[in-house]
Nanobody, 120 residues
Framework: VQLQASGGGLVQAGGPLRLSCAAS????????MAWYRQAPGNQRELVAT???????YYADSVKDRFTISRDNAKDTVYLRVNSLKPEDTATYYC???????????????WGQGTQVTVSS
C-alpha cells in the first residue's frame, strides 16, 4: 500500500491550491484520512481530518480557508486551500488508516510529502 501526494508548488499569497493524495495497493478499506504539515524548525501539525462518514475536523489556524474532501471510489483525499498565507509554507503530508490484505486490522500510512511555498 502506498500514498502518493501531489499538487504542491510555489503560490502567491492569497491564491488557491489543491493538494491530492491517492492510495494504491491491495486495499480492503480506508477509514480516517488526514493532512498534516511541517514547516522548517517546527513539529508536524495536524491540519484536517475526514472520517469515512465524511465528518471533518480542522485546526483553528486553517478553519474557513482549508477544505478537506475525499473520493472513496478513487481512494483519494484532497485539500483545497484558499487565501494562502506565507505562514502556510510547509511540507504537507497525507495520512490514512488503511485496511489491506497484509494488515486487515488496519494501520497508518504516510505519503511522501508535497512542498507548498507561499510568496508574499
Amino acid at each position: 500500500v502506498q500514498l502518493q501526494a501531489s499538487g504542491g508548488g510555489l503560490v502567491q499569497a492569497g491564491g488557491p491550491l489543491r493538494l491530492s493524495c491517492a492510495a494504491s495497493g491491495s486495499i480492503l478499506g480506508i477509514d480516517a484520512m488526514a493532512w498534516y504539515r511541517q514547516a522548517p524548525g517546527n513539529q508536524r501539525e495536524l491540519v484536517a481530518t475526514i472520517a469515512s462518514s465524511g465528518a471533518t475536523y480542522y485546526a483553528d489556524s486553517v478553519k474557513d480557508r482549508f477544505t478537506i474532501s475525499r473520493d472513496n471510489a478513487k481512494d483519494t483525499v484532497y485539500l483545497r486551500v484558499n487565501s494562502l498565507k506565507p505562514e502556510d509554507t510547509a511540507t504537507y503530508y497525507c495520512n490514512a488508516q488503511i485496511r489491506s490484505r497484509s494488515w486487515s486490522g488496519g494501520r497508518d500510512y504516510w505519503g511522501q510529502g508535497t512542498q507548498v511555498t507561499v510568496s508574499s
